[in-house]
């Protein structure tokens, strides 16, 4: 089975300009997830998908940061404009239901951002 | 606040000794714990799953203990390989009402294989 795929794998910006980022979920598989994860510490949701329908965006910085999960299946997750602290490995997560309590999350192997 | 604290921070061992890995949490309530083992510049992957009902899960060299009542997990690999070098991540679903699948994660924990 084909894992999460994540794209690009690295990204170099500078502050103040735009930058997507694209996850293709494992086939099949309802909730998506976009993580951030910063140097040293461990991954923090930025926003949870079911199906096409968001279902918890409540640490997303909204004023800079938007995703979107086309037709149920691909997501990507847009900066703009960024920040130097936005400079973070973001993770892409996807799992079967996302409302069962021992649904396991698969991650992808992420985007490194960095922000000059 | 519903916290994950792992310790140690970072460990180094030779290659083919035994180690075990701390996880204390706050998450209430409770509904499962899961160890994570994630490789530098690759997402994290799942070793474990424990629900509250659950104190010991094992996968290969890796075995995961969870003690409800004081809120604590362990995680040991025994006869370490070069391999097993990564972050290892402590990660505590709070149980609410079965709504989200939301996940609360540890900082982790640095482990170094050395030959």
């Known amino acids: 089975e084909a894992g999460v795929a994540q794209s690009p794998r690295y990204k170099i910006i500078e502050k103040r300009q735009s930058v997507a980022f694209w996850c293709n979920p494992i086939?099949?598989?309802?909730?998506l997830y976009w993580y951030q994860q910063i140097l040293g510490q461990g991954p923090k949701l930025l926003i949870q998908f079911q199906n096409n329908g968001v279902v918890d965006d409540s640490q997303l910085p909204k004023d800079r940061f938007s995703a979107e999960r086309l037709k149920g299946v691909d997501s990507t997750l847009k900066i703009q404009p960024a920040k130097l602290e936005d400079s973070a490995v973001y993770l892409c997560a996807s799992s079967l239901l996302g409302t069962s309590v021992t649904d396991t999350q698969y991650f992808g192997p992420g985007t490194r951002l960095t922000v000059l | 606040k519903n916290q994950v604290e792992q310790s140690p921070q970072s460990l180094i061992i030779l290659e083919g000794k035994n180690c075990t890995l701390q996880?204390?949490?706050?998450?209430?309530?409770?509904?499962?714990l899961r160890w994570y083992k994630q490789d530098t510049g690759r997402g994290p992957v799942s070793l474990t799953i424990m629900t509250f009902s659950e104190n010991t899960k094992s996968n290969g060299r890796y075995t995961a203990t969870l003690d409800a009542d004081t809120k604590q997990s362990s995680l040991h690999i025994t006869a370490s390989q070069l391999s097993d070098s990564a972050s290892y991540i402590c990660?505590?679903?709070?149980?609410?009402?079965?709504?989200?699948?939301?996940?609360?994660f540890g900082t982790g924990t640095l482990l170094a294989v050395q030959p």
């Open positions: 996880c204390n949490y706050t998450v209430s309530p409770f509904s499962n």
């Open positions: 086939s099949g598989h309802a909730t």
């Open positions: 990660v505590v679903s709070p149980n609410y009402g079965g709504a989200t699948n939301k996940l609360i």
